[in-house]
């Protein structure tokens, strides 16, 4: 396979569009689209800046938007969309409202956009971690805070990378070609 590097801020719609263009101009039309672009950083609601809340849903809402909304015109019939969402709109854990608020539309965008693609065999499905041992979940938590977030899940660990990615393969692969408009939440049995 061949692979192409793009840079591009997923907050701007006109990055995104460019991003889209350079991936069709080197490697052709495009296939599967993955939005796992995010930002996390726990705030109790009361204490969350506009910076914060206007960077959180630039990111994690926006971004997913620009990309969906390219990926409608633009993804070729037959492809696939899995977007990123999160175990904690689930949880509703305290410090976590920001986020979870901007998670939560990123599922909802899921269910619609599966919807509004119809008649083109393009499924948008969402997976929605638990606690994964990642730099955007261990960033800023203590090892204490950590282990509880380990133990909370009945496999009593966190998550690994491979266990995530492994579940967007099959949602972005041929053997989830009946999946559609669904959110998969790997997590270990926690939610």
């Given amino acids: 396979g061949r ?8 907050s701007q719609a006109a990055e995104v569009r460019a991003m889209f263009d350079q991936v069709e101009a080197g490697l052709g039309r495009i296939d599967v689209l993955v939005n796992s672009a995010g930002i996390l950083k ?7 800046s506009d910076e914060l809340y206007e ?5 994690n809402t926006r971004g997913t938007f620009n990309t969906l909304r390219e990926a409608a015109t633009r993804l070729a ?5 899995v977007n990123v969402s999160s175990t904690t709109i689930a949880l509703n854990l305290p410090n976590y409202s920001v986020y979870i608020a901007s998670k939560a539309a990123v599922e909802s965008l899921t269910q619609v956009l599966a919807k509004e693609l119809r008649g083109r065999r393009i499924t ?13 979940f261990l960033n800023g938590k203590s090892p204490e ?15 690994q990378p491979e266990d995530i990615s492994n579940v967007v393969s099959f949602l972005a692969g041929p053997d989830a070609g009946w999946v559609n408009g669904q959110i998969l939440r790997a997590n270990g049995g926690v939610a």
Avoid: C, W
Wanted: hydrophobic share 50%; proline share 9%; no cysteine.
């Fill in 145 to 159: 805070l950590i282990e509880h977030y380990a133990k909370m899940p009945p496999l009593e660990r966190l998550g």
């Fill in 124 to 136: 948008v499905n969402a997976v929605a971690p638990g606690p994964v041992a990642t730099e955007l």
């Fill in 55 to 59: 960077q959180t849903f630039g990111i």
């Fill in 42 to 48: 726990m705030v109790p609601l009361a204490e969350t």
């Fill in 77 to 81: 019939d037959g492809g696939s969309i």
């Fill in 3 to 10: 692979a192409l590097a793009v840079r591009a801020d997923v």
